[in-house]
């Protein structure tokens, strides 16, 4: 019986941290907003997908942002690490996409705090999940990460929820999980993926 406690908050991340003890979490894992969003104009998936007032998440997080998340949490993985200000790490994670993408990366790249060799995720980004957010990474990715980052027991942090694809794999692999998600409409959604599979894997 999967014994985790999941809770999917609604709300600001920077905001719950600031009440946060010091490493309150064993692991933060995120997927932070990239600062792209209107910034391109022209060509591209996130051109074609962005309308007007569509990319308003899409914002790097502050400086204060970071630094309450390296405090509340002992080690730190974060997607996206590369377009924030951060230390140099020697163990960096890439996920490789394995087929080239036309208008989209072909890999991306994550920041870790650990003192490990780097490793490559070789994973199609095309599976049969459904797609609720326009930067969902797969369940398979983040079971990748618990199994080789966290440890039994460890108690994982989640800022930026979106589509809910960390809670999937951590109710899967039996990991307490905290996340939240500013934007209610992602929330509802990401919050109706979740409880969907854990409907379905009940049935079995």
């Not at 990239?34 to 790097?60: E, H, I």
């Not at 990366?105 to 459904?130: G, L, M, Q």
């Not at 934007?183 to 509802?188: E, G, K, N």
Request: negative net charge.
């Amino acid at each position: 019986m999967n014994r985790s406690t999941i809770n999917l908050h609604l709300g600001d991340s920077l905001e719950a941290m600031r009440g946060m003890e010091d490493n309150a979490y064993d692991l933060a894992i995120c997927d932070i907003p990239y600062g792209l969003g209107d910034k391109l104009t022209s060509g591209g998936t996130w051109a074609n997908k962005y309308k007007k007032g569509d990319a308003d998440w899409d914002v790097l997080p502050s400086n204060e942002y970071f630094d309450q998340l390296f405090r509340v949490s002992k080690n730190q993985i974060i997607w996206g690490g590369n377009y924030a200000n951060l230390p140099p790490t020697r163990c960096f994670l890439i996920w490789d996409k394995v087929a080239q993408m036309d208008t989209m990366a072909d890999c991306e790249y994550a920041w870790t705090s650990f003192d490990r060799n780097a490793k490559i995720f070789r994973h199609v980004r095309n599976t049969s999940e459904k797609r609720i957010h326009i930067t969902q990474k797969p369940v398979k990715l983040y079971s990748w990460i618990l199994h080789n980052y966290a440890n039994e027991g460890d108690n994982i942090l989640d800022t930026h929820l979106g589509s809910c694809s960390i809670a999937i794999a951590a109710h899967n692999l039996c990991f307490d999980l905290d996340g939240w998600e500013l934007d209610a409409d992602y929330h509802a959604a990401g919050v109706k993926r979740f409880e969907q599979h854990k409907r379905q894997i009940q049935l079995f």
